[in-house]
Nanobody, 115 residues
Framework: QGQVVESGGGLVQPGGSLRLSCVVSGSLFSRYVMGWYRQAPGKQRELVATIMPSGGSTNYVDSVKGRFTVSRNNAKNTVYLQMNSLKPEDTAIYYC????????WGQGTQVTVSS
């Protein structure tokens, strides 16, 4: 399994946007189901979005539908999470997951939505 590295988190005001990126090393990226998860303080980790290996199918948790978009570039071994109209309740550590036979996780990137 490849190494998973997220980037792009930060502090943003409510209503703002961020784009997270996740790079997976190795040659198997096009086989991975990729997922974005998040964990807020005191809460369980929740699945935010998934994208199938071809990129043709995506799924989102209800709370982010219409605001977040997951995409991938298999040539760059990268998956993205475009987050628009951010709300304070989106504040969390965001984790990237690569799933193919086993799970690989990144170290997480902090997203803070606050005025």
């Amino acid at each position: 399994q490849g190494q998973v590295v997220e980037s792009g988190g930060g502090l943003v005001q409510p209503g703002g946007s961020l784009r997270l990126s996740c790079v997976v090393s190795g040659s198997l990226f096009s086989r991975y189901v990729m997922g974005w998860y998040r964990q807020a303080p005191g809460k369980q980790r929740e699945l935010v979005a998934t994208i199938m290996p071809s990129g043709g199918s995506t799924n989102y948790v209800d709370s982010v539908k219409g605001r977040f978009t997951v995409s991938r570039n298999n040539a760059k071994n990268t998956v993205y999470l475009q987050m628009n109209s951010l709300k304070p309740e989106d504040t969390a550590i965001y984790y990237c997951n690569a799933k193919y036979l086993t799970d690989s996780w990144g170290q997480g990137t902090q997203v803070t939505v606050s005025s």
